[in-house]
Every structure is written in C-alpha cells, then in structure tokens.
C-alpha cells in the first residue's frame, strides 16, 4: 500500500476482510448474454401454427430454424393449443401458477403450448417469494427428496463407500460419486454401489462421467440410473458438447431400454460460460433446454445452473433467474433435480439465502449434490453444502419445519453402517480379483472424515483393476453374487432388489425414486397434490418426529439430561 | 499492476498448414485462437511465456519433441486437444485455453474423454504446467505415468467463474471461423 | 386394484391406469422378463444356482408399452413416445446401441450413413419410430452443416 492511498475507515476494514467479499462479482453484458433474466436482446414471444406445425417461433420463420428451434416445434410444444394459449396474457398465466386455487394440472396443461419466449414472459413477472409459492404446488412428487455427492479427492473407493452408507442411511434417496482420473470409474461406480445399499436398501446410485462410458456402466447394472446428459440452449454450445437434441433424445431412449432411470442436465450460465450465448439472457436459454428435455421425452431434468452457478451468481437478479428455472422444470412436468450443488459462495449467509427458494417449497431432489464428503474431497469440485452443514440443516428443517430430506442419526449407527459399507466393498473386491483393501482401510474408513484419514492406495494397481472391470465384463449382478459369497446377504438383497426394478420399468416414471421397502414412489402414485394451506405435503407424524431429533436436545423430563 | 523487469514475453510465428506428425515421439501443444495474442497471460497471472516454458521443458526433459499448434475455428478445450492430438505423431496432445485450462488428449478417445484434464485454470501454476508436459510426453513413449494430482479449491469457482466466462467470452471473438490449424513457432524474449 | 383411468394408448394390451403403478406392486401378473420369468423367479436362491443371467435383469419391450400407456393415461405424451421408442431398442445389441448414438452426434456421420442407420433399425429391428428418428436427424443435419465433412469421415 503507498502513501496516497486513501484512509479506510476501520468498518470497511472489517467489511473489506468479510467472506462475502472474496465472491466475484461482474458486470451484466447483454449482448453477450450476460445477464439473468431481463434482457432487450430476447425475442418477444409468437407462434404460428399452420396445418398443424408451427411455421413461426417467437419471431423466426421455419426457414431460418436453428436445430433447437426445431427441435422445439416439432416434439415440445403442443401445437394444435399454441395459438390460444399463447394469447392469453401473460399476467394471467402467472397468476395461475401462484394461486393455489388454480390445480397442478390445469396449470401443466396450459404450459405445454407455451413458447420459449412466452414462459420467460410469464416467469419475469413473478418475484422470488412468488416463484416458490408456485414451486410448491408444481413440484411433480408430492414428497421432497435429496441427492448426495459421494467423491474422493484421491478417488479412494473405500473412502466413497463408507460415505455413502452414511449418506444413505442420513435420508439421500440418490447418490452420485464421479471421478478425478476418469479411469478409476468403475471401481468408484462399484464403491457408491456396495456402500449405498449397505446403508439404506433402495437407495439409486449414478456415475457422471462421459455420455456413452456413463450409459455402459448403466447397462451393466453397476449403477441405477444417470443423469449428466447435458445439454444446451443455443445449437453452436450443443455441437461443442459433441451432441444435438436427436442424439440425446435416442440416449434417452437407449437408457429407457434398459430399464435404467435417467434425467438431463442443463443450467442457466452455460452457454455464456462456453462462449455462444447468441446475445440472449441466461435464462432463456435454459428454457429452451427444458423444452428440448420434454420434446425428448425424458422424465426429468438436473438444472439450477449447476456446474455454472458462478455466472448467475455474479450478475444481478441471478439467483431469482436460478429459482424460476427450476420452477419451470417443474412446470413443464419434468422432475426437477434443483441444483445447490456446487460451491457458491465464501459467505456462509449467502450459500444459505442460495439454499431458501428450493429448501422451503420443496422440490423433488433439493440438492442434485450435497456433498456427502468434505467440501475438499468433493470432485464436483465442491457443493453448496457438505458434511459439515449436516447438522445446521437439521436445525433449519427443525426450526422452519420443512423436510429436506435428511434427519440426524446417532453416531453409533453411522458407525456401524460404515464398517458395513467397508468390509462389503473389501468382500466385493476379493471375490471379483481386484486390488486388495487390507483391514486398516476398513477401520480408518469407520472413523474417517476426508481422504487424508485414509491409507493411501496404489493408484495405477487400483486403476489396472478398473480396467479389468471393463475388459471382464463384469455386471451388477456379479456384484450381487460376490456381496452374497463374502456373506453380506442382506446388502446382496437389496442390491438385487435395486437391478429388480429395471425389470418392471417403475423407476422410469416422472420424479421416481425408491422407499426402504422398495416401493417405487414417483409423479404417478404420489403425485403433489398441492392445493394451498392444509393440503399437498405436510411435515408431520412420524416424519416429523424423526426431525425434531438433533444432536443436542435437552430433555424435557430430566433437563439435566439431553436426548438425541 | 507491475511487471518484474525480466518478465518473458511470447510471440508465435506462423509456419504453415498444421500437419498430421510422422514422429512416433512428439507431442503435439495446440493453443486456442486467443493465445499469446491479444491474451499474454492466464486467469491468476501465469504469463503465457512461462507456460509454454514450462511444458516445453517437461516434455523435453523426457526426450520427447514438441511441436506447437493454434487452433484457429474453435475455443472448446476439448475440441482444441483432439485437434492436436490427431495432428500428433503419437497421438498424444496438450490441449490449451488462454485462461489457462489445460487437457491431455489422445487421438483414439472419444473427443470429450481425454487423459488427463485440469479444468480449474486458477490452480495451475508453472510447475503444474512442467509436469502435464512431463506426463504427456511419457504418453507418447507409451508409458503409464501417475496422473499429475488434481488440485480441486471448491472456492474457485465463486471467486473465478464469471471473471473466467468473460475471458471466454472475449476469446471467442478471437476464432476464425472455418480457418484450419496452424502449425507455430514459440519465440520466448525478455523484455 | 383395478384401472379405473379411461383408455387412451393407442397400443394394444390391457387397459391401465395410474391406479395400477407402480406394476411391480400392483400388476406383478402383467411383468416378464425378456426371457419369459415372472419376477417372483428373481431370487436370491436363483442368482446363487446360477439360474439368473444380466438377460434376466433387462426390461421387455411389452413392459415399456405398458409404461408408455401409464405416461399417457396422465397426459406425458413424450415420455410415452420415448418409452416406446425404448421397446424398439430393447432388440438392439448394447455395443449397437452405443454405436448408433455415436453416429449420431454432430458431423459424426455422413447422410448416407445415418439413411442406412435408420433402414438397419426399420429393416432388421422393425425399429420404425427410432428409425423416423434418425431420418428427422439426417434431415436437419444436412439443412444445419453437421454431417461429416468429406476429410472427417
């Protein structure tokens, strides 16, 4: 510092040093869509049907389509009702999905005519407490759910196991590890698997990795379901990320074939981010992802920014433009895995004021990735949350009484679930032939926090042994037969339970997701049936009681005492 | 900000059409259009001069040749890398983005696979740099060398993502549309 | 329970209706494994008598047309179109599957390659919705640059 510089005061000395403060913040630049939301450079909304197919789109003739747009008109928008749903105003629109007196379905009907021009009209209109009054009432499952990270910073399988066990039993109905050397993939894969189910039967695992590695490990039942299928809002961004709407919509029907669950991937700041946002504002774009999901046919879609967060959260009205993309996921009917996945922000205050508009109207996966593992070790390269907030969201659901998906549970039983978790994964890999895990692995594993707690391993053994994993065509049901031969009966059970499902097709529907028992639970048979106070979901009975428990209560009884 | 007085600056010097190595032993770096020019340095201030240094003496340090290559019709890491990588001689290649983001690709993988990539450009120093070109070029001698470890700040992308979209943003206008890969000559000077 | 839903697939077989998810609770009657098992035949005991092969774990393109008739009888149109195309794809050999979406990516093929994509599925897989798939793709990426260029192919 010199001599000229100005005196600060001591305030903003301390304002200066605040977490907050090391967040990036830019500029908006709208010719380069830059910008959340409100953009002079969006198309106004049009639609024009002649003989049953639309000829215009929000301003542009057929002839001049680009593949999204075509995409778009052909296979989302119901044409034969476009006309007049997109005359009515878009104020009305709006008001009928924050009036509860206006139903789900109704207000689904009316969206699938809807252009992308138009739905971005409506939802500029609605604030953020708006926005989640109709996320409440849109949300496609009735109950809320949750999904987890389970990840390595040295991609040690141990390490993901025993996490996911623990993430498993603490209330995730999903679980997704990826990779830092991608080749460790299947050795992660078969980790996630073995100590998911080893924590709570049921309980679906995915790989994200590169499209058709992910849809071969898939196939061969090692994982349950998939759901990086990116995709993008403007042709150019589409066609760097190496596909186009019809590759993803026949990837959707390839994993469909297979009985294997899977949803898209999109979020606003992407296509700005990968440097073609065609001069329109984050979130329309993200609407044309959505739409193109729905024309595809695929149940569902992981979007709220995602790995792009940092550009909505750096411009101004962002984290509002994050909120209405996951509102009109939803809208459009789609299960809507809602983002708070990745680091956001240095400010503890800020992550959390990021968290609200999913966390308190509930969304069918309210994180697609709460780090089940320590931020460090989080090869998403970090969540909004992580295991240290464990205990701070149990407050939240406690003192707002909503369900996030997560309760507390006694240390004793995590415990025990990540010895299982441990000792089933080192049982797999000696009846498969893979690299050993020796007895210390296991212990360190019961007690761990992160990856330095753990021996390391031999890498290039380790991924030697993934590859054999590949080359020897090993399946979910070979994963089946070692848990039963290392005498992990019941872990063997619901893994098989889990490949079972493929059979019957359940966990292909809208938003679904397995119970403990195993019964699949989705947009058909717990459909939200939201219809203002005292209807849709409620946080009471037995679930309730679960998440008045924290770790620290004092006993209303003995107050000298604490229950937990 | 002020630059050191022996800060090394890099110019690239066209040579010609990009063509396919016949070398079993090289490896191919291929930059994107904004590299060395109008860009000189990545997102945390790592020169563009000390990069290409630095992965040129740890491919060198492996008695394997480089060779360099802009891509002019394309700034999608993935896409830069696997042009370079078709072009190389062993098939191996070092895929560069002027902020910094780095991948090693190989000719016979899918174009959004790749050996090793470093996707979080503000964690890359010069030594990280050393040891990608190390560990390419023991690639292409058709060795299995332990990844270079990933760093992973979860912070960075708060603090760096929308500075490093704008980056993006602003080499993107640098591509030629339709120009086809050009084979370069690193001059590194002091200034 | 019994459907109650109006019918509303055009596809042949039993009516169902929302009341009848999810089929491996309700209609366990209805589900087969490509090789002809009930799924009460997935046992453990089956699995360690080696009775049971990753055949037996994939789904039949008859299950996929009752899901399709589900989706539609709570109006998701596309998702039932995809469920049908997925009962197509249910013929088609994983490594042939992973091939054909590979073709498909941008400038990954040529317009005669993905004509022959699309007859293979028509011919050999009566495959015909993926098959109009993949001529639509063929379309619009021939009127949209992203066929192979002659040197990339």
């Given at each position: 510092m010199t001599a000229t510089q100005p005196r600060s005061s001591r305030r903003t000395e301390i304002l200066e040093s605040r977490p907050v403060n090391l967040d990036g913040f830019v500029e908006e630049w709208p010719e380069k869509g830059l910008v959340a939301m409100e953009s002079d450079f969006d198309p106004a909304p049009g639609v024009r049907v002649e003989d049953g197919r639309i000829v215009e789109l929000d301003g542009r003739a057929r002839a001049d389509f680009d593949f999204m747009d075509t995409y778009i008109a052909d296979h989302a928008i119901d044409a034969e009702a476009a006309e007049a749903a997109n005359a009515v105003p878009s104020v009305e629109i709006a008001r009928m999905l924050v009036d509860p007196r206006a139903g789900r379905d109704e207000v689904v009907a009316i969206g699938r005519a809807l252009t992308p021009a138009k739905i971005l009209d409506v939802v500029k209109l609605m604030n953020v407490v708006e926005i989640m009054m109709a996320m409440q009432k849109m949300r496609a499952r009735r109950t809320p759910a949750n999904q987890a990270h389970s990840t390595s910073a040295k991609d040690n399988p141990i390490?993901?196991?025993?996490?996911?066990?623990?993430?498993?039993?603490?209330?995730?109905?999903?679980?997704?590890?990826?990779?830092?050397?991608?080749?460790?993939?299947?050795?992660?894969?078969?980790?996630?698997?073995?100590?998911?189910?080893?924590?709570?039967?049921?309980?679906?695992?995915?790989?994200?990795?590169?499209?058709?590695?992910?849809?071969?490990?898939?196939?061969?039942?090692?994982?349950?379901?998939?759901?990086?299928?990116?995709?993008?809002?403007?042709?150019?961004?589409?066609?760097?990320?190496?596909?186009?709407?019809?590759?993803?919509?026949?990837?959707?029907s390839a994993y469909a074939s297979r009985g294997i669950k899977m949803r898209f991937t999109s979020g606003t700041g992407s296509e700005v981010q990968m440097g073609n946002a065609?001069?329109?504002?984050?979130?329309?774009?993200?609407?044309?992802?959505?739409?193109?999901?729905?024309?595809?046919?695929?149940?569902?879609?992981?979007?709220?920014?995602?790995?792009?967060?940092?550009?909505?959260?750096?411009?101004?009205?962002?984290?509002?433009?994050?909120?209405?993309?996951?509102?009109?996921?939803?809208?459009?009917?789609?299960?809507?895995?809602?983002?708070?996945?990745?680091?956001?922000?240095?400010?503890?205050?800020?992550?959390?004021?990021?968290?609200?508009?999913?966390?308190?109207?509930?969304?069918d996966f309210v994180c697609s990735g709460y780090s089940a593992v320590p931020n460090p070790d989080n090869m998403f390269a970090g969540s909004n949350l992580d295991v240290e907030d464990y205990d701070d969201w149990n407050t939240m659901q406690r003192d707002l009484q909503v369900d996030g998906g997560l309760r507390h549970v006694r240390d004793s039983e995590i415990l025990q679930v990540r010895e299982k978790a441990?000792?089933?994964?080192?049982?797999?890999?000696?009846?498969?032939?893979?690299?050993?895990?020796?007895d210390q692995e296991v212990e360190a594993a019961v007690y761990a926090h992160g990856s330095e707690d753990y021996p390391d391993r031999d890498v290039l053994e380790d991924?030697?042994?993934?590859?054999?994993?590949?080359?020897?065509?090993?399946?979910?049901?070979?994963?089946?037969?070692?848990?039963?031969?290392?005498?992990?009966?019941?872990?063997?059970?619901?893994?098989?339970?889990?490949?079972?499902?493929?059979?019957?097709?359940?966990?292909?529907?809208?938003?679904?997701?397995?119970?403990?028992?195993?019964?699949?639970?989705?947009?058909?048979?717990?459909?939200?049936?939201?219809?203002?106070?005292?209807?849709?979901?409620?946080?009471?009975?037995?679930?309730?009681?679960?998440?008045?428990?924290?770790?620290?209560?004092?006993?209303?009884?003995?107050?000298?005492?604490?229950?937990? | 900000?002020?630059?050191?007085?022996?800060?090394?600056?890099?110019?690239?010097?066209?040579?010609?059409?990009?063509?396919?190595?016949?070398?079993?032993?090289?490896?191919?770096?291929?930059?994107?259009?904004?590299?060395?020019?109008?860009?000189?340095?990545?997102?945390?201030?790592?020169?563009?001069?000390?990069?290409?240094?630095?992965?040129?003496?740890?491919?060198?340090?492996?008695?394997?040749?480089?060779?360099?290559?802009?891509?002019?019709?394309?700034?999608?890491?993935?896409?830069?890398?696997?042009?370079?990588?078709?072009?190389?001689?062993?098939?191996?290649?070092?895929?560069?983005?002027?902020?910094?983001?780095?991948?090693?690709?190989?000719?016979?993988?899918?174009r959004l696979s790749n050996l090793e990539l470093f996707p979080q450009s503000p964690l890359l120093d010069a030594e990280v740099f050393r040891r990608i070109g190390s560990n390419a070029a023991q690639y292409?001698?058709?060795?299995?060398?332990?990844?270079?470890?990933?760093?992973?700040d979860q912070m960075a992308r708060p603090r760096w993502q929308a500075k490093a979209a704008l980056l993006h943003l602003k080499e993107f206008e640098c591509i030629v549309a339709g120009r086809k890969p050009v084979e370069v000559e690193p001059v590194i000077s002091r200034r | 329970m019994s459907a109650t839903a109006p019918h509303s697939a055009p596809d042949s077989g039993p009516d169902l209706g929302p009341d009848d998810y999810p089929l491996s609770v309700n209609r366990q009657d209805l589900l087969r494994t490509p090789t002809g098992k009930p799924l009460s035949a997935l046992t453990m005991e089956a699995v360690v008598a080696g009775e049971i092969t990753p055949e037996d774990l994939r789904i039949a393109p008859e299950t996929l047309l009752l899901q399709a008739?589900?989706?539609?009888?709570?109006?998701?149109?596309?998702?039932?179109?995809?469920?049908?195309?997925?009962?197509e794809l249910t013929a088609v050999p994983d490594a042939e599957v992973l091939a054909m979406y590979n073709a498909l990516r941008p400038r990954a093929s040529s317009r005669e390659a993905l004509i022959a994509i699309a007859e293979n599925l028509e011919g050999k897989y009566h495959a015909t919705v993926c098959g109009a798939l993949v001529r639509e793709a063929a379309e619009v990426y021939e009127r949209r640059n992203l066929l192979a260029s002659e040197e990339e192919s």
């Open positions: 390490q993901v196991a025993a996490d996911a066990a623990e993430g498993a039993l603490r209330g995730f109905a999903e679980l997704e590890t990826t990779l830092g050397v991608v080749r460790y993939a299947p050795l992660l894969a078969i980790a996630l698997q073995v100590g998911g189910q080893a924590g709570r039967g049921g309980v679906l695992t995915q790989c994200a990795l590169e499209e058709a590695t992910e849809l071969e490990l898939g196939m061969r039942g090692i994982t349950a379901y998939a759901e990086t299928i990116s995709v993008y809002g403007t042709e150019s961004v589409f066609v760097d990320g190496d596909d186009t709407p019809w590759s993803k919509a026949f990837l959707a065609e001069g329109r504002s984050m979130l329309y774009l993200e609407i044309r992802c959505i739409l193109m999901a729905r024309g595809a046919g695929v149940q569902g879609l992981q979007n709220g920014s995602i790995s792009c967060i940092g550009v909505p959260g750096a411009v101004p009205g962002g984290i509002r433009a994050v909120a209405a993309e996951n509102l009109i996921a939803s809208w459009m009917d789609l299960e809507c895995a809602s983002g708070n996945d990745q680091s956001f922000s240095h400010s503890p205050m800020r992550r959390t004021s990021r968290l609200l508009p999913q966390l308190l109207p509930g969304t441990a000792r089933a994964l080192q049982a797999v890999f000696a009846e498969l032939d893979l690299t050993p895990i020796s991924i030697k042994a993934a590859q054999s994993v590949m080359d020897r065509g090993i399946t979910g049901l070979d994963l089946v037969k070692a848990l039963e031969r290392g005498g992990f009966h019941d872990v063997a059970e619901n893994l098989l339970n889990v490949l079972r499902q493929r059979v019957s097709g359940d966990l292909l529907q809208t938003s679904a997701i397995l119970t403990g028992d195993f019964v699949p639970l989705s947009a058909i048979n717990d459909a939200n049936d939201y219809g203002g106070p005292g209807s849709g979901y409620r946080l009471e009975g037995e679930r309730w009681e679960q998440l008045k428990k924290l770790r620290h209560v004092t006993s209303a009884e003995n107050p000298e005492t604490e229950v937990s | 900000m002020t630059a050191p007085a022996a800060e090394r600056t890099l110019t690239l010097n066209e040579i010609g059409p990009a063509k396919r190595g016949s070398r079993p032993d090289e490896v191919v770096v291929a930059v994107s259009p904004a590299f060395a020019d109008p860009f000189t340095k990545t997102i945390v201030d790592v020169p563009h001069a000390e990069v290409i240094r630095q992965i040129l003496a740890g491919i060198e340090e492996q008695g394997v040749t480089a060779r360099m290559v802009k891509v002019w019709d394309t700034a999608d890491l993935a896409a830069v890398a696997h042009i370079g990588a078709r072009l190389s001689g062993s098939g191996i290649s070092i895929g560069l983005l002027s902020r910094g983001t780095t991948m090693i690709h190989q000719r016979d993988l899918a292409a001698k058709g060795e299995s060398p332990a990844p270079v470890p990933t760093r992973n | 008739t589900l989706a539609e009888s709570v109006q998701r149109r596309q998702l039932a179109d995809n469920f049908r195309r997925a009962a």
